[in-house]
Each structure stands twice: as C-alpha cells, then as structure tokens.
C-alpha cells in the first residue's frame, strides 16, 4: 500500500510541471489569438471608417414657393450620389397642386374662376459643398428640370370647366442649402433660392420667383458604415466566444 502511494505521488509531481508547461502555452496560444484579432478588427474599423470616394445620397426634399403671389407647397424627393465629399450629383421628382382664385378670358370676357393646377417635373441636380463637416454642410445646388402642367380653371361654384391645358416647361433653380446634424445618419436640410422658368408651353404658368425648401436627410453612407462596423463587432466577438 505505501509502494501504491509513493507511485501515485510521483506521478502527480511528475505530470504537474508538464501540465503547467501545457496550461502556460494553450494560454500564450488563446493570448497571442485574441491579440491578432484585436489587430484584425482595429484595421477593420480603420478601413470602415475612412472616407470613399463616392457614397449614396436620399433626401425628402419639401418647397415653399409662390405662383402669382399665391403659396404653394412642392413634394419631392432627391436621390444621388456624393464624390469625395464636395460633389453631389443627383435627380429629383417633384409634385406641385396649387389651387387659388383666376381671371380668364372666356369668348372675350374677363371671367373671375377657381385654378387648379398640378406640376410634375424631375431635375437632374448638381451640388458644390463649401463645407462638409460632422455637424454641418454648406453648398450651392443647381437644379435643371423638365415637366408637365396640367390647368383647369372653373367658375366660382366648380361646376363649369372654363378653360383646360395640359402643356411642358422647364425649370431651372438656383440656390444655397444648409443642412445641420444632430446625428450622424440624419439631418435636417434647408435651402432657399430662385426659380426661372426657361420654356412653358402654358403662358398662364407663373413659376418664377423665390422659393425656400425644408426637409429631412437620410445620411445613407454613415448607415452603411455602421452597419459594416456592426458586423465587424460581431464577427469579432464571436471568434473570441464573447456574449
């Protein structure tokens, strides 16, 4: 019995400094793992973040305007594309349905109705950003367009149709646009500038004139990027078998 001891005791003094030696290396293995991904994931964040060349554009893009000194509101939405951060290109689709009070001539007779109009135009548009910063853009768009009017004017009581047309114009504006960011994915734009109308098929269409615009940016590349980090994270902790 106390030769079976005696084996068991330098069996274990025996295997202990091997066990030791295995624990320290499977540790300075696990260690020296955990530091290249943590290499790995920093230039993953690194080339995540560092600025592109080009990157998407959205914007919901709400106008203030007038037709013959009457208030209107235009609908719109813009979708482009941003390069190396100072240039937007892009196009846009707008809805204008302006409603107010019209003299006619009818059968040579000045007649006082009600006008309804609808404009729907699109615009291909350029922008130059004199800034471009985390909390703030400043630039200069210009946007050419091109579409169609549809006028009705009845009398005062809507029952009687007087005049109708249906015609083409082109639009051109000028302007300045700031947009401020509170986050990085979403800001808050506004802009103001004029309007001249460089061809109307409709000489009754009165769409010169100042506008102001306000609406809502959707920051698509600051969504990309987080989405990216996102998966970078998470492939990160999943190799490491963090929760």
């Given at each position: 019995?106390?030769?079976?001891?005696?084996?068991?005791?330098?069996?274990?003094?025996?295997?202990l400094p091997w066990c030791l030696l295995f624990t320290t290396n499977a540790f300075s293995q696990s260690s020296e793992r955990a530091k290249?991904?943590?290499?790995?994931?920093?230039?993953?964040?690194?080339?995540?973040?560092?600025?592109?060349?080009?990157?998407?554009?959205?914007?919901?893009?709400?106008?203030?305007?007038?037709?013959?000194?009457?208030?209107?509101?235009?609908?719109?939405?813009?979708?482009?594309?941003?390069?190396?951060?100072?240039?937007?290109?892009?196009?846009?689709?707008?809805?204008?349905?302006?409603?107010?009070?019209?003299?006619?001539?009818?059968?040579?007779?000045?007649?006082?109705?009600?006008?309804?109009?609808?404009?729907?135009?699109?615009?291909?548009?350029?922008?130059y950003l004199i800034i471009d910063r985390r909390f703030i853009k400043f630039g200069f768009p210009i946007n050419l367009g091109f579409g169609?009017?549809?006028?009705?004017?009845?009398?005062?009581?809507?029952?009687?149709?007087?005049?109708?047309?249906?015609?083409?114009?082109?639009?051109?504006?000028?302007?300045?646009?700031?947009?401020?960011?509170?986050?990085?994915?979403?800001?808050?734009?506004?802009?103001?500038?004029y309007r001249k109308i460089l061809s109307r098929s409709e000489p009754r269409i009165d769409f010169d004139g100042l506008y102001y615009s306000?609406?809502?940016?959707?920051?698509?590349?600051?969504?990309?990027?987080?989405?990216?980090?996102?998966?970078?994270?998470?492939?990160?902790?999943?190799?490491?078998?963090?929760?």
């Open positions: 019995m106390l030769f079976y001891y005696t084996i068991k005791k330098f069996r274990t003094l025996f295997c290249l991904l943590k290499e790995n994931y920093l230039k993953d964040s690194i080339r995540i973040f560092t600025p592109k060349k080009i990157y998407p554009q959205l914007a919901l893009d709400n106008r203030k305007s007038f037709i013959r000194n009457s208030p209107v509101d235009i609908q719109g939405i813009y979708t482009g594309i941003l390069y190396k951060s100072r240039y937007k290109f892009g196009t846009g689709y707008y809805q204008v349905d302006a409603k107010g009070h019209s003299n006619t001539n009818v059968r040579g007779q000045e007649t006082n109705g009600i006008r309804d109009l609808d404009l729907y135009y699109g615009t291909i548009n350029f922008e169609f009017s549809n006028l009705n004017i009845y009398d005062n009581s809507k029952v009687t149709l007087l005049y109708h047309s249906v015609g083409k114009f082109v639009p051109l504006s000028l302007g300045s646009e700031i947009t401020l960011k509170p986050l990085r994915e979403i800001g808050l734009t506004t802009s103001i500038g306000y609406g809502l940016e959707v920051d698509i590349k600051e969504i990309i990027k987080d989405i990216r980090w996102l998966k970078a994270k998470k492939r990160y902790k999943k190799a490491l078998r963090l929760k």
